[in-house]
């Protein structure tokens, strides 16, 4: 295999287990990220990258925000989150924006090796001892909501994102150095993609498929 990985998380120790796991399977020594503005960064510059393993807690990644931003910005590439959680909800939420597997920290480098080898060959890899919960009506609704935000185009996705943490129309232009026009225009494409009435349930209903709480 030749693929071209990024280690997302500010653990070095851990980065490090994660390249030894690698050895083999992937194709040139991994790019190594320690927040999410750097991992978004990496990407930008190196367009042969096609798998990132992205931890859910670390430098800039509210929840699985950092998983959402990466598929709206970079949707061909493959995301395997690796986290030290390994509550059920939280893993159907991140499968439900995206990504392609989950791999708990305390798994050995057997563990991580297979589940890599797995990922690439095109399946989807969960822990093996993961309990499956009875689909339930908020469930259907995650998914639902996680198939309107993938609609969103990038610009989209950072209005939405800060509109969730109560900024006005105006903040949100001076963060984003757009004019507060433009911003009415992501808002209302926002709202009609999510089939939300107004703002205010946009912005809780994006804390909630993002929360890891």
Same mark, same amino acid.
């Given at each position: 295999?030749?693929?071209?990985?990024?280690?997302?998380?500010?653990?070095?120790?851990?980065?490090?287990?994660?390249?030894?796991?690698?050895? @083999?399977?992937?194709?040139?020594?991994?790019?190594?990220?320690?927040?999410?503005?750097?991992?978004?960064?990496?990407?930008?510059?190196?367009?042969?990258?096609?798998?990132?393993?992205?931890?859910?807690?670390?430098?800039?990644?509210?929840?699985?925000?950092?998983?959402?931003?990466?598929?709206?910005?970079?949707?061909?590439?493959?995301?395997?989150?690796?986290?030290?959680?390994?509550?059920?909800?939280?893993?159907?939420?991140?499968?439900?924006? @995206?990504?392609?597997?989950?791999?708990?920290?305390?798994?050995?480098?057997?563990?991580?090796?297979?589940?890599?080898?797995?990922?690439?060959? @095109?399946?989807?890899?969960?822990?093996?001892?993961?309990?499956?919960?009875?689909?339930?009506?908020?469930?259907?609704?995650?998914?639902?909501?996680?198939?309107?935000?993938?609609?969103?185009?990038?610009?989209?996705?950072?209005?939405?994102?800060?509109?969730?943490?109560?900024?006005?129309?105006?903040?949100?232009?001076?963060?984003?150095?757009?004019?507060?026009?433009?911003?009415?225009?992501?808002?209302?494409?926002?709202?009609?993609?999510?089939?939300?009435?107004?703002?205010?349930?946009?912005?809780?209903?994006?804390?909630?498929?993002?929360?890891?709480?």
């Amino acid at each position: 295999m030749s693929s071209h990985v990024l280690i997302a998380d500010d653990h070095p120790l851990f980065r490090a287990a994660m390249c030894q796991a690698l050895a @083999g399977i992937v194709g040139p020594s991994p790019l190594q990220a320690a927040s999410v503005e750097e991992t978004l960064s990496l990407l930008a510059e190196d367009e042969n990258v096609d798998l990132v393993f992205l931890d859910v807690k670390m430098p800039g990644n509210e929840g699985l925000t950092g998983l959402s931003e990466i598929r709206s910005r970079f949707p061909n590439v493959l995301i395997v989150i690796v986290s030290a959680h390994d509550d059920p909800v939280l893993i159907h939420k991140a499968i439900d924006l @995206g990504a392609c597997g989950y791999i708990p920290k305390s798994s050995s480098l057997e563990t991580i090796s297979a589940a890599v080898t797995q990922i690439l060959d @095109g399946e989807q890899w969960l822990p093996a001892d993961m309990s499956m919960p009875v689909v339930s009506t908020e469930d259907i609704n995650n998914q639902q909501l996680a198939d309107r935000i993938a609609l969103l185009t990038p610009h989209q996705f950072k209005v939405l994102k800060l509109l969730s943490r109560g900024m006005l129309n105006k903040q949100i232009a001076y963060e984003l150095t757009i004019s507060e026009s433009t911003v009415k225009q992501h808002v209302s494409a926002i709202l009609r993609k999510l089939n939300m009435m107004n703002r205010t349930k946009a912005g809780v209903a994006f804390r909630h498929m993002m929360d890891v709480e």
